[in-house]
């Protein structure tokens, strides 16, 4: 059964292994992204060609006082976290929260559409230890196609907490979690790492190789290492020789590659020189969703591929190996490079985006942040920043959306004139009384209820250099006050917000 496609044989009658291999073969998959991997940004990748996605990283506790709630008005299933559980300086904010006034009745931390997302959907899990990771794991499991644990997140608080990259050099713990997650579920456990070495494949080799013998039945290499900065290139050369030596030894299980895939040609590449199982998108995908589109298709009014002009470098396929250094910082021209036809505008992008996010109730704040991450290409890598089409019909900037206030003003400002239905509209002969009217009429009474509590100072964008000294600033308070055991929750800041955290509530990468 191949990635995405109907079948009468559900995912659920097979076995995990099965199951993985259905799931990531040839597949072309959403990353989790703090903040972006919501419903919206989800449905809007399936709807544009990709196989499969995942939701953002849910630290292990913060699912544990959530209340699954199927939400029949929009046909969801919603893990809310009661307005009661949390502490009353963030209850204050919630019940305070005009443009959101649904947040009186709790934050939604994960909602998913089971009519959408059936068997398309990973939930990624942050962890360091195994008897957490089961507790997280089986309160969703039924909701979703698999489980990934994240090892390869590199920032202070999953570092400290034992989670993230910390798990990279702890293989034992590592692999405790993903043997303990295998002999208790029947779907399939995956892990999603970083490179262990900037040259030198063998420590990856070996960390992916114990992982495996754990149990893990798909594994996703980002190609950087802790401390790279997404503004430089993936090491694609250290990249690709880890997962040629896995494809060669370990080909029962899929390896998907991650990292920098900002065109066609570069998806092609690595495919290619690795004979990777997937690829997956994480800043590429909010730069432009037409990276998910089949690139075996052709674009309307592309008759043949020498019309759409086919990328130089596979005319170079027969000769000599183009170095993967040259490869990156090209620029990749042709059918299958920065001007793509296969590719989309990016003003409909964001309009379908913010569409969606109507559709699915988002916290207006959350659909503000990654509208901004849309239209910025500030941690893209350098190399590639001049190839970036940043163009946008409407002449939309950051500042002009930071000065949004709700969804209404982002819909007003992006032009978005379309209505989504809501799954009961199909009862309906015109659809009109169950669907979300987006331009044309007033969108408050639908258009922020329900979000999550995902909040950041509009700095962040306007002014990063002095947001960030601020943070800097505020996290050595933070340590100078530290002295036995962790900082409360209550005062651990969010990376891109300055808000204070319930108990439960996950940090952010």
Same mark, same amino acid.
């Given at each position: 059964m191949?990635?995405g496609?109907?079948?009468?044989?559900?995912?659920?009658?097979?076995?995990?292994?099965?199951?993985a291999?259905?799931?990531?073969? %040839?597949?072309t998959? $959403?990353?989790?992204?703090?903040?972006?991997?919501? &419903?919206?940004?989800?449905?809007?990748?399936?709807?544009?060609?990709?196989?499969?996605?995942?939701? #953002?990283?849910?630290?292990?506790r913060?699912?544990?006082?959530?209340?699954?709630?199927?939400?029949?008005?929009l046909? &969801?299933?919603? =893990?809310?976290?009661?307005?009661?559980?949390?502490p009353?300086?963030?209850?204050?904010r919630m019940?305070?929260?005009?443009?959101?006034p649904?947040l009186?009745?709790?934050?939604v931390?994960?909602?998913? !559409?089971?009519?959408?997302e059936r !068997?398309?959907?990973?939930?990624?899990? +942050?962890?360091?230890?195994a008897?957490?990771?089961?507790?997280?794991?089986?309160?969703?499991?039924?909701?979703?196609?698999?489980?990934?644990v994240?090892?390869? *997140?590199?920032?202070?608080?999953?570092?400290g907490?034992?989670?993230g990259?910390?798990?990279?050099?702890d293989?034992?713990?590592?692999?405790?979690?993903?043997?303990?997650l295998?002999?208790?579920?029947?779907?399939?456990?995956?892990?999603?790492?970083?490179?262990l070495?900037?040259? !030198?494949?063998?420590?990856?080799?070996d960390?992916?190789?114990?992982?495996?013998n754990?149990?893990?039945?798909?594994?996703?290499?980002?190609?950087?290492?802790v401390g790279?900065?997404?503004q /430089? %290139?993936?090491?694609?050369?250290t990249?690709? #020789?880890?997962?040629?030596?896995?494809?060669? /030894?370990?080909?029962?299980?899929?390896?998907?590659?991650?990292?920098?895939? =900002?065109?066609?040609?570069?998806?092609?590449?690595?495919?290619?020189?690795?004979?990777? !199982?997937?690829?997956?998108?994480?800043?590429?995908?909010l @730069?432009?969703?037409?990276l998910f589109?089949? %690139?075996?298709?052709?674009?309307? +009014?592309?008759?043949?591929?020498?019309?759409? +002009?086919?990328?130089?470098?596979?005319?170079?396929?027969?000769?000599?190996?183009i170095?993967?250094?040259?490869?990156q &910082?090209?620029?990749?021209?042709g =059918? @299958?490079?920065?001007?793509?036809p296969?590719?989309?505008?990016?003003t /409909?992008?964001?309009?379908?985006y913010?569409?969606? *996010?109507?559709? @699915?109730?988002?916290?207006?704040?959350?659909?503000?942040?990654?509208?901004c991450?849309?239209?910025?290409?500030?941690?893209?890598p350098?190399?590639?920043v001049?190839?970036?089409?940043?163009?946008?019909?409407?002449?939309?900037?950051?500042?002009?959306v *930071?000065q949004?206030?709700?969804?209404?003003?982002?819909?007003? $400002?992006?032009d978005?004139?379309?209505?989504i239905?809501?799954?009961?509209?199909?009862?309906?002969?015109?659809?009109?009384e169950s669907?979300?009217?987006?331009?044309?009429?007033?969108?408050?009474?639908v258009?922020?209820?329900?979000?999550d509590l995902?909040? =950041?100072?509009?700095? @962040?964008?306007?002014?990063?250099?002095?947001?960030?000294?601020e943070?800097?600033?505020?996290?050595?308070?933070?340590?100078?006050?530290?002295?036995v055991?962790d900082?409360?929750?209550?005062?651990?800041?969010? #990376?891109?917000? +300055?808000?204070?955290?319930?108990?439960?509530k996950?940090?952010?990468?």
């Amino acid at each position: 059964m191949s990635p995405g496609t109907s079948s009468t044989m559900t995912l659920s009658s097979l076995s995990p292994t099965e199951a993985a291999q259905s799931l990531f073969t %040839n597949s072309t998959i $959403l990353a989790p992204m703090v903040r972006a991997s919501t &419903t919206p940004l989800r449905t809007l990748a399936l709807h544009h060609g990709a196989t499969l996605t995942y939701t #953002e990283e849910l630290i292990d506790r913060s699912i544990f006082p959530a209340e699954r709630i199927v939400n029949s008005e929009l046909g &969801t299933i919603d =893990y809310r976290v009661p307005i009661a559980h949390y502490p009353a300086k963030v209850q204050r904010r919630m019940m305070a929260d005009g443009d959101n006034p649904d947040l009186c009745a709790g934050a939604v931390l994960l909602r998913i !559409d089971p009519v959408l997302e059936r !068997d398309r959907l990973i939930y990624q899990v +942050g962890t360091g230890e195994a008897g957490l990771a089961m507790q997280a794991v089986e309160r969703v499991v039924r909701d979703v196609a698999g489980v990934d644990v994240n090892m390869g *997140c590199p920032k202070k608080f999953s570092v400290g907490g034992g989670m993230g990259s910390a798990l990279l050099s702890d293989p034992k713990r590592a692999c405790d979690i993903i043997s303990t997650l295998r002999r208790n579920i029947s779907k399939p456990v995956s892990a999603k790492i970083r490179l262990l070495h900037p040259t !030198d494949p063998r420590p990856t080799l070996d960390f992916v190789r114990s992982l495996i013998n754990a149990g893990a039945n798909a594994i996703t290499i980002h190609g950087r290492i802790v401390g790279d900065e997404s503004q /430089t %290139n993936a090491r694609w050369d250290t990249l690709v #020789e880890v997962v040629k030596h896995l494809k060669a /030894t370990e080909s029962g299980v899929p390896i998907i590659v991650n990292g920098d895939l =900002y065109t066609h040609a570069d998806i092609r590449e690595m495919r290619r020189r690795t004979g990777c !199982d997937g690829v997956m998108l994480a800043r590429p995908a909010l @730069y432009n969703m037409g990276l998910f589109r089949n %690139n075996e298709e052709k674009a309307e +009014g592309v008759k043949n591929e020498d019309e759409g +002009g086919p990328n130089h470098h596979e005319e170079e396929e027969e000769k000599e190996e183009i170095p993967l250094s040259h490869f990156q &910082t090209s620029n990749h021209s042709g =059918y @299958y490079g920065y001007t793509s036809p296969l590719l989309m505008s990016r003003t /409909t992008m964001i309009q379908e985006y913010i569409a969606n *996010c109507v559709r @699915y109730r988002t916290h207006s704040k959350n659909a503000k942040y990654v509208v901004c991450e849309m239209i910025n290409a500030r941690r893209a890598p350098t190399s590639r920043v001049p190839f970036l089409d940043m163009k946008l019909d409407g002449g939309q900037t950051i500042a002009s959306v *930071c000065q949004c206030r709700s969804l209404e003003d982002l819909v007003k $400002l992006w032009d978005v004139r379309w209505t989504i239905p809501l799954p009961s509209a199909a009862a309906s002969t015109d659809g009109n009384e169950s669907s979300v009217k987006v331009q044309g009429s007033s969108i408050a009474q639908v258009a922020d209820g329900m979000g999550d509590l995902h909040n =950041y100072d509009d700095r @962040y964008f306007l002014d990063p250099e002095q947001f960030h000294k601020e943070r800097s600033n505020t996290a050595c308070e933070m340590d100078a006050k530290k002295e036995v055991g962790d900082v409360s929750d209550e005062k651990k800041t969010e #990376e891109e917000g +300055g808000d204070s955290l319930p108990a439960t509530k996950r940090p952010k990468l």
